[in-house]
């Protein structure tokens, strides 16, 4: 067993595993698997980092530019996963996007819904949250050399998106999102 294994072992078991968060993603899906994902990110606090909602539309500020070209760079950066990506929007403390990751030589062989209940599915590296690990990152980095003291929240939304009919509808909803925004429940304060 290596070292990084023990420290693991042992924080488990001094903590009780009482501190660990327990996963938001669906434990019997592999999210390497080719599919489509709704995904919201949201920035630590929800505080208002990307700019501002004027009537009904979304006025980005140099950071919510950022986002939003680091975003659609993913495909670029990415080319082994396959990705496309569909409708997105960067709103003031948070970004709805939807990403397909296609099929890839990561994915070729393995069945996206097992029904097992641990994650035993493929590579870490090569999936929707290592898409995420990058994305939010190359973010932090561009806000870091602007000297913004910016930061996003620990983990992400996702929802599969397993239909045509679901897909149409989260697609309405990212794009009709800044005129929803009095409403949204991720709007937080300013």
């Known amino acids: 067993m ?3 294994c023990t420290l693991q072992l042992e924080t488990m078991d001094k903590f009780k ?5 327990a996963s938001a993603r669906l434990r019997t899906w592999d999210y390497g698997s080719a599919a489509a994902y709704f995904i919201t990110i949201c920035t630590h606090n929800r505080e208002h980092f990307f700019g501002h909602i004027k009537n009904n539309r979304m006025c980005l500020n140099e950071i919510g530019s950022v986002a939003t070209k680091e975003w659609y760079k993913s495909p670029i950066i990415r080319p082994d996963l396959n990705l496309q990506l569909g409708s997105f929007i960067t709103m003031p403390n948070h970004i709805h996007g939807i990403i397909i990751i296609g099929q890839n030589e990561y994915n070729n062989c393995r069945d996206a819904t097992h029904g097992v209940s641990t994650n035993k599915f493929g590579p ?8 995420i690990r990058g994305y ?3 973010v932090t980095t561009h ?23 679901s897909y149409e509808r989260i697609q309405n909803y990212i794009e009709c999102n800044p005129k929803k925004w009095g409403k ?3 709007r937080g304060n300013p």
Request: glycine share 2%; proline share 2%; charged share 35%.
């Open 2 to 4: 290596n070292a990084h």
């Open 17 to 21: 595993n009482k501190f660990r968060i």
């Open 124 to 131: 870490q590296r090569k999936n929707l949250a290592s898409v």
């Open 136 to 138: 939010k990152s190359a």
């Open 143 to 165: 806000a870091r050399k602007m000297h913004i003291d910016f930061g996003w929240q620990p983990r992400f939304y996702d929802n599969i998106i397993r239909d045509q009919k």
């Open 184 to 186: 949204d429940k991720f």
